[in-house]
């Protein structure tokens, strides 16, 4: 069986309530959520065993006062239960998220099926606390539990060819009603080229206020990019396929016009219908200006140099 290692940090980075104390409630919810999922015979043991996993405080941590953590769990985009901001929180419960698997697929050398167990089980877990905008013009600050994309898009070895990642949500419209309407071309589809999939800051999410992830935020598995307009920031993925061309996500398929494919947070580009140049910090009054690649530029803005980002908005 394997055992999960993480690298005991310093006192000093742990965040004293923030991981440590309800550390405990997300083993527990990790627990059974996981080892439900791991039947005999499969080869993985189940993530975050009790006693094994220690969440990382990120040096890419914000240290702004987090969203209040029933605000950023009731108050969600997720249309594939409902268009309403408190849709996704109602209908998520329909949602069965263990057993989920996800398939590699396209430019890899270790293409296949995989449980969910076996794509976290080499990994530690981090707690990340990013600013995320809404293209919408509202914004919260969420600490994360994931660990970074380009450490599992390496276990399968993407070939020369691995140009972009493009992430697929479940499609199901029994478990997500949302999807008989034809708001989207369903399954909701997004991508990242390459370098940015393998940057640093793109978290693969498992969790959040040191718990499971709800549903409503993506559960089991989401993206989280914390410089590009939440769209970006797929939930509930069962796909990663990597290709040599850009793809087309949903949103930008729906509406060339206003979802570009970079997506980053731009206050200088307005969406037509909301403009880009402040925010709404969620749970807080007033509006606060917005920043370039959402205040993240100095990590990411090498990505983009010498492209005209009005253009490639
Ligand atoms: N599958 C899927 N992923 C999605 C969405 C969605 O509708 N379906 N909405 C996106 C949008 S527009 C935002 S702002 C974020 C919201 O994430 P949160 O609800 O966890 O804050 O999720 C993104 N990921
Ligand atoms: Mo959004």
């Known amino acids: ?14 965040t004293p ?34 006693g094994t996993a220690d969440a990382v405080q990120s040096p890419f941590s914000t240290d702004e006062p987090l969203t209040d953590q029933a605000m950023a769990a009731g108050y969600n985009n997720f249309f594939e239960f409902g268009t309403g901001k408190e849709d996704p929180k109602r209908h998520a419960h329909r949602l069965r998220t263990s057993p989920w698997s ?16 076996d794509i976290l089980a080499p990994h530690g877990l981090e ?5 995320l905008r809404c293209v919408e013009g509202w914004s919260m600050v969420i600490p994360w539990l994931g660990f970074p994309l380009g450490d599992l898009l390496r276990r399968f070895e993407p070939t020369s060819r691995a140009g972009y990642v493009v992430f697929e949500t479940l499609h199901d419209p029994e478990q997500m009603p949302g999807q008989r309407s034809r708001i989207l071309d369903w399954p909701y ?3 990242l080229r390459i370098d940015e999939a393998m940057h640093p800051l793109t978290l693969l999410a498992v969790g959040m206020y040191g718990e499971v992830l709800p549903n409503q935020n993506g559960a089991p598995l989401r993206l989280v990019v914390p410089w590009k307009y939440g769209f970006k920031s797929i939930k509930s993925i069962v796909s990663i396929h990597l290709q040599e061309e850009q793809p087309i996500g949903s949103w930008e398929a729906q509406q060339p016009a206003e979802y570009g494919f970079y997506a980053n947070v731009n206050p200088q580009v307005s969406h037509p219908r909301w403009r880009q140049a402040t925010e709404r ?12 690649f959402n205040g993240y530029g100095e990590l990411v803005a090498d990505l983009y140099a010498g492209m005209d980002l009005r253009r490639h908005f």
Do not use: C, N
């Open 1 to 14: 069986m394997v055992r999960l290692r993480y690298p005991i940090p310093p006192a000093s980075e742990i």
């Open 17 to 50: 309530k923030g991981v440590r104390v309800r550390r405990r409630h997300f083993l527990q919810q990790a627990g059974g959520l996981l080892l439900a999922a791991a039947a005999p015979g499969l080869s993985a043991a189940p993530a975050w065993q009790a």
């Open 102 to 117: 996800v398939e590699i697929s396209g430019e890899v050398d270790r293409p296949g099926h995989y449980t969910l167990e």
């Open 127 to 131: 707690e990340r606390i990013y600013r």
């Open 189 to 191: 589809r997004e991508g």
């Open 281 to 292: 910090r969620i749970g807080e009054g007033g509006r606060r200006r917005t920043e370039i």
